[in-house]
């Protein structure tokens, strides 16, 4: 069965632009969640969706959105980028709530010059 | 609010050692779950262990194991006979019932040498 997937891999942005980054579950999951992993730093909660709706969201600003689609799948959006938003993007998905099992993809490596 | 403190940066044991990576945590909930993943270099989080906080017996797959101790807000993780291959960044994480999202820890960076 295929695993959590992520698009794109890598990606370089410079200030100022907008990213969008998505995810597709693992089948059968209902569940996306989005975290940020700054270099040296453990994964920290952006966003769940469930059922195409959002179910939490972190302490992050408006510059980032998300949104789930009918397949489940997800994007992740950041505006107005900013040195600091650099960062590895990781995407998990379960069967229901963030105390589940969740599983993570490979991430996408964002770089903002 | 809930926090998850891994206090070992880094490790470093030769292999076949056995290894023991600390976490505690900090909840007000009575219900919490609790989760190890480990961080190979390619990145992908790999999910260990998961554990609810009614159910306090340790737990041992293979050379790893687990002890959870409520008393002490730990959950801490032992790996025998270490290997190279276990050699990566290990999180500990924490999860309240109806909060949003895993509260990681900073991590704790296992290196085994040959």
């Known amino acids: 069965d295929a695993g959590v997937t992520q698009s794109p891999t890598h990606l370089i942005k410079t200030r100022g632009q907008q990213v969008t980054l998505r995810c597709s579950p693992i089948?059968?999951?209902?569940?996306v969640s989005w975290y940020q992993q700054v270099l040296g730093q453990g994964p920290q909660f952006i966003f769940q969706?469930?059922?195409?709706?959002?179910?939490g969201r972190g302490n992050f600003p408006d510059r980032f959105s998300a949104r789930q689609f009918p397949n489940y799948s997800s994007e992740l959006n950041v505006n107005a980028l900013l040195l600091g938003d650099s960062a590895l993007y990781l995407c998990?998905?379960?069967?229901?709530?963030?105390?589940?099992?969740?599983?993570f993809g490979p991430g996408t490596r964002l770089t903002v010059l | 609010a809930q926090k998850v403190t891994q206090a070992q940066t880094e490790i470093s044991v030769v292999e076949k050692e056995d290894v023991t990576l600390d976490c505690v945590y900090e909840?007000?909930?009575?219900?919490?779950?609790l989760f190890w993943y480990k961080q190979p270099p390619s990145g992908e989080l790999v999910f260990l262990i998961r554990?609810?906080?009614?159910?306090?017996q340790n737990e041992i797959s293979g050379r790893y194991s687990w002890n959870f101790q409520k008393s002490t807000s730990s959950f801490n993780f032992t790996i025998t006979a270490s290997q190279v291959v276990d050699s990566a960044v290990y999180f500990c994480?924490?999860?309240?019932?109806?909060?949003?999202?895993?509260?990681f820890g900073k991590g704790t960076h296992l290196i085994i040498q040959p």
């Open positions: 554990r609810n906080s009614f159910d306090e």
């Open positions: 089948s059968g999951h209902k569940s």
């Open positions: 969706y469930y059922e195409k709706e959002e179910r």
């Open positions: 909840t007000r909930d009575t219900t919490y779950y």
């Open positions: 998990a998905s379960s069967h229901g709530n963030t105390y589940n099992e969740q599983f």
């Open positions: 994480a924490l999860s309240e019932e109806g909060a949003d999202g895993l509260t």
